[in-house]
T-cell receptor, first 113, second 110 residues
Framework: KAGVTQTPRYLIKTRGQQVTLSCSPI?????VSWYQQTPGQGLQFLFE???????NKGNFPGRFSGRQFSNSRSEMNVSTLELGDSALYLC????????????FGEGSRLTVL | AQRVTQPEKLLSVFKGAPVELKCNYS??????LFWYVQYSRQRLQLLLR??SRESIKGFTADLNKGETSFHLKKPFAQEEDSAMYYC????????????FGTGTRLKVLA
């Protein structure tokens, strides 16, 4: 089985722009979650989707949003980018509706200038 | 509030020495605890979970509900154990939730 795929792998944006990141989960996995990884904060939970429904959202401003499509692929969007949004954004998928093992992608590294 | 605490940002040990990575959690219900590992230039992956009670790559972790801890241990560290380790807590009280600690970087010195 192919692993979790995230695109793009690297991107550079300037303040005020917006960005869309994509995540393709492992085939058959219906849960997709997103995390922001920074050296000081570790992994911060952004949101989780299951069968196109957002089940939970972390403590991030409304500039961060996401969605999941019927094929389980997910996108997250960050609008009005700030310097502090520079981070590695990780997507993870899991098979069941309950938390279990997460399978991570390699991440999308966002740099905001 | 639910929380996972990893008190050490960096832990350096010599090869062959015992290793203990600390993890404490706060959650009133029955949690599921995990350790994830990220080796250099690799994606984050599951190392072990408390319900399986396995030993993976020589690592073990015991859930201590009294002390709300899930420390990761290995009797003899190897250089290839150098990596970033994250403790995580998951539960489904109402809605899905998965919380990670801030991580501990383990450096095994030759």
């Amino acid at each position: 089985k192919a692993g979790v795929t995230q695109t793009p792998r690297y991107l550079i944006k300037t303040r005020g722009q917006q960005v869309t990141l994509s995540c393709s989960p492992i085939s058959g996995h219906r849960s997709v979650s997103w995390y922001q990884q920074t050296p000081g904060q570790g992994l911060q939970f952004l949101f989780e989707y299951f069968s196109e429904t957002q089940r939970n959202k972390g403590n991030f401003p409304g500039r961060f949003s996401g969605r999941q499509f019927s094929n389980s692929r997910s996108e997250m969007n960050v609008s009005t980018l700030e310097l502090g949004d520079s981070a590695l954004y990780l997507c993870a998928s899991s098979q069941s509706s309950s938390p279990g093992e997460l399978f991570f992608g390699e991440g999308s590294r966002l740099t905001v200038l | 509030a639910q929380r996972v605490t990893q008190p050490e940002k960096l832990l350096s040990v010599f090869k062959g020495a015992p290793v203990e990575l600390k993890c404490n959690y706060s959650y009133s219900g029955s949690p599921e605890l995990f350790w994830y590992v990220q080796y250099s230039r690799q994606r984050l992956q599951l190392l072990l979970r408390h319900i399986s009670r396995e030993s993976i790559k020589g690592f073990t972790a015991d859930l201590n509900k009294g002390e709300t801890s899930f420390h990761l241990k290995k009797p003899f560290a190897q250089e290839e154990d150098s990596a970033m380790y994250y403790c995580a807590l998951s539960f489904t009280s109402g809605t899905y939730k998965y919380i990670f600690g801030t991580g501990t970087r383990l450096k095994v010195l030759a």
